[in-house]
C-alpha cells in the first residue's frame, strides 16, 4: 500500500489562495462557483495517487491563464515553491492577456503535454483537468442540449478533436485511470457530437 499523501499549511493556503483569485469567476454559462472545478481537479489527482505538490498546483492550475499571467505565476513560486510553480505553468496554455486564439492554444499545449521532459506531475493534474471538464460539459449537454456550446469558443467538431488528440497524449505519455476515464468521456462526447457535427 502506498504511503498516503498528507496535506499541510500549504494545502490550505492555496485553497484560500485559489479561492481569492477566482472568487468572482463562474464556470462558463452557470453560476457555479470556480472553485469548484478546482477542488474537483484537486481530488482527482489525490485519488490518482498525487502528492501534496501535485494538490496545490491543481488548485491553482488555471490561476496563470485566467488571473494575471506571470505576475500570478511568480507568486505561486514565492509562496509555495518552484516545483508547483512548474506543474502550474505546464498546465497553463498561456501566460498572455490578451490570450491567443484558442485553436493556436490548444495545439500548443498538447506540443508541450507531448514532450518527453514534461513531468508527469503535469500529466496527471492535466488529465484531471481534463476528466473534470468532461465530465462537466457531458452533464451540462444531458440538460441543455445543443445551446451547451454557445459558452464556448469552439464548436463541437473543435472540442472533439482537441479531446480526442489529449487522450492520445494522456494514454501515451501517462496512462493510469485518468487517461482510461478520459477516453471513455471522449467516447461519450463522440456520441453527443454526433458524425454530422
Avoid at 112 to 118: E, K
Avoid at 173 to 192: P, T, W
Amino acid at each position: 500500500m502506498a504511503t498516503p499523501t498528507v496535506l499541510g499549511e500549504r494545502f490550505v493556503a492555496a485553497v484560500t489562495m485559489a479561492n481569492d483569485l477566482h472568487r468572482d469567476q463562474r464556470r462558463k454559462g452557470t453560476p457555479t462557483p470556480y472553485v469548484a472545478h478546482l477542488l474537483g481537479v484537486c481530488s482527482l489527482v489525490l485519488e490518482a495517487g498525487g502528492d501534496e505538490d501535485a494538490a496545490v498546483a491543481a488548485l491553482l492550475h488555471d490561476a496563470v491563464e485566467d488571473q494575471g499571467g506571470v505576475a500570478t505565476l511568480e507568486r505561486i513560486a514565492a509562496r509555495f515553491g518552484p516545483t508547483v510553480a512548474a506543474i502550474v505553468l505546464g498546465c497553463s496554455d498561456t501566460t498572455e492577456t490578451p490570450k491567443p486564439p484558442a485553436l493556436e492554444r490548444k495545439r500548443r499545449h498538447l506540443e508541450h503535454l507531448d514532450r518527453d521532459d514534461t513531468a508527469e506531475a503535469v500529466l496527471l493534474v492535466a488529465a484531471a483537468d481534463k476528466v473534470h471538464n468532461l465530465r462537466s460539459l457531458l452533464t451540462d449537454e444531458r440538460t441543455l442540449g445543443p445551446g451547451l456550446w454557445e459558452r464556448f469558443n469552439l464548436g463541437p467538431a473543435d472540442q472533439l478533436r482537441y479531446f480526442r488528440s489529449l487522450a492520445d497524449v494522456l494514454r501515451r505519455r501517462l496512462g493510469g485511470v485518468l487517461s482510461a476515464e478520459l477516453d471513455l468521456l471522449v467516447e461519450q462526447l463522440a456520441e453527443v457530437v454526433g458524425p454530422d457535427r
